[in-house]
Nanobody, 120 residues
C-alpha cells in the first residue's frame, strides 16, 4: 500500500523556521522525484520545491528561493523541507508528492497534507 505521511507543520511566528518531513512506503522511493506543493485558501496548488530521484537536480519556486531547502534520504525513504525566514504568505497546507515517469506513463502519489500557519 502506497503511503506518503507528512509531519512537522504547525503555527510559527514570522521569521521562524519549520522542518517538514514526508515518510514514504509502498513504492521504490529512490526511483521517484519528490516534491512539496502548497495550497493556500482560495488559491491553486503550487509547486514549492522538487528534488530528482538521485538528488542531483533541485528546483524551487521563486518566492522561496534562499529560504527553503528540500532534501531527501533514500535510505530512510523520507523527503524534507526546511523552511526558514517564514512569512505570512507561506501559510498553506503543504503536500508531499512522489512522481515517476517513463515510456509507459506516469505514477503520481500524494500525501494528506500538513498545515503551516505563519502568524504573530
Amino acid at each position: 500500500q502506497v503511503q506518503l505521511v507528512e509531519s512537522g507543520g504547525g503555527l510559527v511566528q514570522p521569521g521562524g523556521s519549520l522542518r517538514l518531513s514526508c515518510a514514504a512506503a509502498g513504492f521504490t522511493f529512490s526511483d521517484y522525484a519528490m516534491s512539496w506543493y502548497r495550497q493556500a485558501p482560495g488559491k491553486e496548488r503550487e509547486l514549492v520545491a522538487r528534488i530528482r530521484s538521485t538528488g542531483g537536480t533541485i528546483d524551487y519556486t521563486d518566492s522561496v528561493k534562499g529560504r527553503f531547502t528540500i532534501s531527501r534520504d533514500n535510505a530512510k525513504k523520507t523527503v524534507y523541507l526546511q523552511m526558514n525566514s517564514l512569512k505570512p504568505e507561506d501559510t498553506a497546507v503543504y503536500y508531499c508528492n512522489a512522481r515517476y515517469s517513463d515510456y509507459r506513463g506516469v505514477s503520481d502519489y500524494w500525501g494528506q497534507g500538513t498545515q503551516v500557519t505563519v502568524s504573530s
